[in-house]
Structures are given as C-alpha cells and as structure tokens.
C-alpha cells in the first residue's frame, strides 16, 4: 500500500527532522537509500526545484516525492504526513507548555540535537556533493584516474567561491548559472 | 468564519511569497501578521522562530499553527497550515509533471547535470554555515564527530540516530549535567 508507505516515511520525517530548511534531507537520503523511490541525482533535482520556488524546502520537496511515487493523490498524502507532526506538537505547545523554552529537560535535550541535526545534515550534503562530482561507473569498472568528473569539480569549486563571496545571492542565480553551464560543458 | 478566511488567505500569501522558508519567511510573515493585521507582536514571532527551531518540522507550519491557534484556536490552526502548504503542493505538482516530460530531451538533461552541480554549492554552504552556527563547545564536536561518521561512513539512519540523542539529552539532564 503506497500510501501507507507514504505516510510512514514522512511522518517520521517530519517528527524527527529538527531545525527547519535542510533538516528534511537527511531523511530523504534515507528513504532513497531504503526504498528506491528515487536516486540521489533525482534527490538534487527535487533541492533544485525546492530552492527555486516558493514555499518551505521540506514541504515542496515531499510535494515533489509524493507525486513521483504516486501522483497527485501521493503529494497530498507525502506533504500532509510531513507537516502532521509538527502541527500537533505545536498545539500541544501552545497550550499546555506556557514556558517550554525553560524547561530543564527541553533544553537538554536541545543542546545535544543541534549538533546530531547539524551533522546529520552534512552527512547528507556530503551524499549529494559526492554524487554529483564523483564517477560511480569509473571506480566500479576500477579506473580511479576518471572518478573526478573534472569539470563538474571545477564549476562547483567557482560556484562555491561566487556564493560565499556574495552570500546575499539569490538561490535561484546560482542554479541558473548551473544551467547554462551544463548546457556549454560537458558534465 | 471570515476570520478563517482571512487567516488561510494570508498564510497562503506567505507561502507563495517566500523562497527558501524559515528566516527567508520573516519579512513577509511580518508584514501580513504583525503590521497588516496585527494578529500578534513581532516579539512574538521570535519566540515562535526559538520553538520552531527546537520542535520538530518545517518551520513555516509550526509558524502557522502557533498563530492560526492563538487566533481561532484548532480550526484557525488548520486554516493557516494548510494555507502556508497550498501554493507549494500546486506550484511543485506542475513542476514535476512537466519536468518527467521535459527529461525526454538532450538540452533539459544536460541544463540538469549543470543545475546539480549549483545545488551541491548550494547545500554545501548552507552546511558549513550551520556547522559555525550549530558547533560551540568540545562536546558538541565530538558529537558532530560520532554521527557524521555514522551517518555518512556506516549509513546509519536519522530515524535511529535522532531519538538517541533525545534519550542521551534527557540522561545529561537526570544526571544534572550541564544545560545546551
């Protein structure tokens, strides 16, 4: 049962993903790897999309998920388990913890999160670089002098450069910097 | 009845007007809540930014439900996620109906493998910024240490990973050791 499965995987999403924007994509990495619903490649097309458009990461990229896996029906039910969890828990929040941000417990709690969040997040960043730059086919066929695809290594070290430069930069520029890139080299 | 209205109608503004969510989501939140309607303070959006941050999910929805809540309580608390939620499931539904149709061509794919490299830049800065940021002290290192390697060397799961953290929080705090 697809939709189940849906649910499943991004309920827990959204009640174990922490922090907000990027915090989702760890688990994406996961359902990706477990499931096989979509490839890591597929995974940054749906970042791209996500950061070009309107709207929270998270949510525009389970929107995007649920559709691949089960169309329409299938984006409604991957975004509504995504955002079900912290809709109760904010309830509960505004209701019945006046001072939650005081608690011992809660506070504790956090202070050990924000790393484990952090690093989670780049351990997944570090799957997408490593897949977009990285030549799979070249080290299973054990030729390691092809496994950097060079000139995808170069645009990512320029692009990086640019953007840290300019951290005010819209998103949207640099992936249509990518764009016509692609389309001039050969990735 | 109208209140709900209003409450749905201005969510889904901020939802379409805002790209990346979280803080990209201030000026525009503050603009329709705080400034045209006057629903809370912006003090309090700050406090709803701090539990955001700490409570699970998107932001952007845990903004809605705490407004949507104090406003109309659950109802007014539906009105506003969902409205926050409505332009991206229209807006990435069309996307990706046309992008599986669009892959068909040599130019698209190609565009793509550029536009995946501005994403790995992309995610690569956002991450070093939350390592400045997230990073503080020795212990927060050494955790850094532990569950990038076993997320990323071992494969292990978020799903596990997360609620161990939550339980070893809860020890520090039990042991009264020392608090974020």
């Known amino acids: 049962m697809i939709y189940l499965q849906l649910f499943y995987e991004f309920f827990r999403a959204g009640l174990l993903a922490v922090g907000g924007g990027l915090a989702t994509l760890p688990f994406l990495r996961d359902i990706a790897m477990r499931r096989g619903w979509f490839t890591i490649a597929e995974l940054t097309d749906m970042i791209a999309v996500a950061e070009s458009t309107p709207g929270p990461i998270g949510v525009n990229t389970a929107t995007y998920v649920g559709f691949r896996v089960a169309g329409i029906p299938g984006a409604l039910t991957a975004t509504f388990s995504l955002i079900l969890p912290a809709f109760l828990i904010m309830l509960a929040v505004v209701t019945a913890l006046r001072h939650f941000r005081e608690n011992r417990f809660v506070l504790s709690v956090l202070g050990v999160l924000r790393p484990v969040s952090v690093a989670l997040v780049a351990a997944a960043v570090a799957t997408v670089v490593i897949g977009v730059l990285i030549n799979t086919g070249a080290i299973a066929a054990h030729r390691p002098a092809e496994a950097v695809i060079l000139p995808a290594a170069a645009l990512y070290l320029v692009l990086l450069l640019v953007y840290r430069k300019f951290s005010g930069l819209h998103p949207l520029v640099l992936i249509v910097v990518g764009a016509v890139a692609g389309l001039l080299l050969p990735l | ?180």
């Not at chain 2, 939802?15 to 969510?21: A, D």
């Not at chain 2, 903004?63 to 939620?85: D, E, L, N, Q, S």
């Not at chain 2, 794919?109 to 939350?130: D, E, K, P, S, W």
């Not at chain 2, 212990?139 to 240490?145: D, P, Q, T």
């Open chain 2, 1 to 180: 009845m109208k209140e709900l209205w209003e409450l749905y109608a201005a969510f889904f503004r901020i939802g379409l007007f805002t790209f990346g969510g979280g803080y990209a989501m201030l000026p525009m939140l503050k603009r329709e809540t705080v400034e045209k309607y006057h629903w809370i303070t912006e003090e309090e959006i700050l406090d709803c930014y701090a539990i955001g941050q700490c409570t699970p999910g998107v932001i952007a929805v845990n903004t809605a439900t705490f407004i949507g809540t104090r406003r109309c309580g659950v109802k007014g608390a539906v009105a506003a996620t969902v409205g926050v939620v409505t332009p991206s499931l229209i807006i990435i539904t069309l996307i990706a109906a046309v992008l599986q149709n669009l892959m068909r061509f040599e130019a698209v794919v190609q565009a793509f493998a550029g536009i995946r490299v501005a994403v790995a830049a992309l995610v690569t800065v956002a991450a070093a910024g939350l390592i400045k940021k997230g990073i503080r002290d020795k212990r927060g290192l050494a955790l850094f240490i532990i569950v990038f390697t076993a997320a990323f060397f071992f494969g292990v799961s978020p799903v596990w990973i997360v609620p161990a953290a939550i339980v070893l929080g809860i020890l520090l705090a039990l042991k009264g050791g020392p608090a974020a």
